[in-house]
């Protein structure tokens, strides 16, 4: 194992997630992407998370968590994630992600597949629903997808 800098992820050290079985192909591309981008630019307490997203046309968008000095200036790596595929694509045309992978890396050594917070739940839900969203569970700790909308039951629906 090289030595890293301080405050940075060694890369060759981290343990990846392995491809859970009801993954499709790609999606585990997500989650490759995923790991790859959080490996190259993790810094303690500043950039922890990555995601990668994909649209229904196929394109593959990822983000970065950034941290604030003022934590209400933080930024999740889905909404940096979201904002990039909005970015992609004409005003008038809808933004429609069908898969989200988000991962962190555990102190442990470990990258792990992470829920979104509840504000990117939000965000996800907002804009795709019906997206699939890949998660850890607590009990089981296998990583499985759910549908965007079901990670908030009885949400408020907002007409835009």
């Not at 809808?94 to 990117?120: H, N, Y």
Request: aromatic share 4%; net charge negative.
């Amino acid at each position: 194992m090289s030595a890293a800098p301080s405050g940075t992820a060694p890369t060759t050290a981290i343990a990846r997630v392995a491809v859970p079985a009801p993954m499709s192909d790609d999606d585990a591309e997500l989650l490759a992407l995923a790991q790859e981008l959080l490996a190259r630019v993790w810094r303690d307490g500043r950039h922890e998370v990555a995601s990668a997203v994909r649209t229904a046309d196929g394109a593959v968008h990822t983000g970065v968590h950034l941290e604030g000095s003022c934590r209400r200036s933080s930024i999740c790596a889905e909404g940096v994630a979201l904002g990039a595929a909005r970015g992609a694509y004409p005003g008038e045309r809808p933004l429609e992600v069908t898969s989200v992978v988000s991962v962190q890396i555990k102190p442990a050594g470990r990258f792990r597949v992470i829920a979104p917070c509840g504000v990117c739940r939000e965000l996800i839900s907002d804009y795709s629903p019906d997206a699939t969203v890949w998660i850890t569970t607590v009990e089981e700790n296998e990583v499985v997808p759910v549908r965007a909308l079901d990670l908030l039951p009885d949400k408020s629906r907002r007409a835009w």
